[in-house]
């Protein structure tokens, strides 16, 4: 029934039925069934765009799979990986076309004013030059020029994918 939910893409509906059924069932993980329930788990997450979990289902399954010697489940679980994989690099790449893009259209921006750039660390005159950009994907950036000795700039930059829920217990 999972997997005709989510060839439906009723993928809200297959993820109600495989994940308390994946919980239920996890005493007995070896079982042909059970790992095949695990299987379209990982896919309904996929289908989903949940892609750190499509992979975090996905790599218990790969195991007892090979284990049990299923190589349909197998097969069918090492597709939804490597797609999921495959999703997440061009998310990556798209986050890093968007960040250039940015960066381009910052460098050709005007300069602020002399009287905002010498002023008082006062918010008003920080926000004053604040770049407030939204990217494609709806991240939101925020940049403070700031003139460098000798036009080099050494940044660090932690970003933290996900909410609240998805970081629990991490």
Do not use: F
């Given at each position: 029934l999972g997997r005709v939910l989510i060839n439906d893409f009723r993928t809200t509906a297959a993820l109600a039925l495989l994940e308390p059924a994946a919980?239920?069932?996890?005493?007995?993980?070896?079982?042909?069934?059970?790992?095949?329930?695990?299987?379209?788990?990982?896919?309904?997450?996929?289908?989903?765009?949940?892609?750190?979990?499509?992979?975090?289902?996905?790599?218990?399954?790969?195991?007892?799979?090979?284990?049990?010697?299923?190589?349909?489940?197998?097969?069918?679980?090492?597709?939804?990986?490597?797609m999921a994989l495959a999703m997440l690099a061009e998310a990556d790449a798209r986050r890093d076309r968007d960040l250039a893009s940015v960066s381009s259209s910052l460098a050709h921006s005007s300069e602020p004013s002399r009287s905002t750039r010498a002023g008082s660390g006062a918010p008003a005159n920080i926000e004053a030059r604040v770049i407030r950009k939204t990217l494609p994907g709806g991240m939101q950036l925020a940049l403070l020029p700031k003139k460098t000795r000798g036009g080099t700039v050494v940044a660090h930059l932690s970003l933290q994918w996900g909410d609240e829920d998805s970081k629990m217990n991490r």
């Open positions: 919980a239920e069932l996890a005493d007995l993980a070896g079982d042909a069934g059970v790992v095949e329930v695990g299987s379209q788990l990982a896919r309904a997450y996929l289908v989903a765009d949940d892609l750190p979990r499509a992979i975090e289902v996905a790599d218990p399954v790969l195991e007892a799979a090979e284990h049990a010697n299923l190589r349909e489940i197998l097969a069918d679980t090492l597709v939804t990986k490597g």
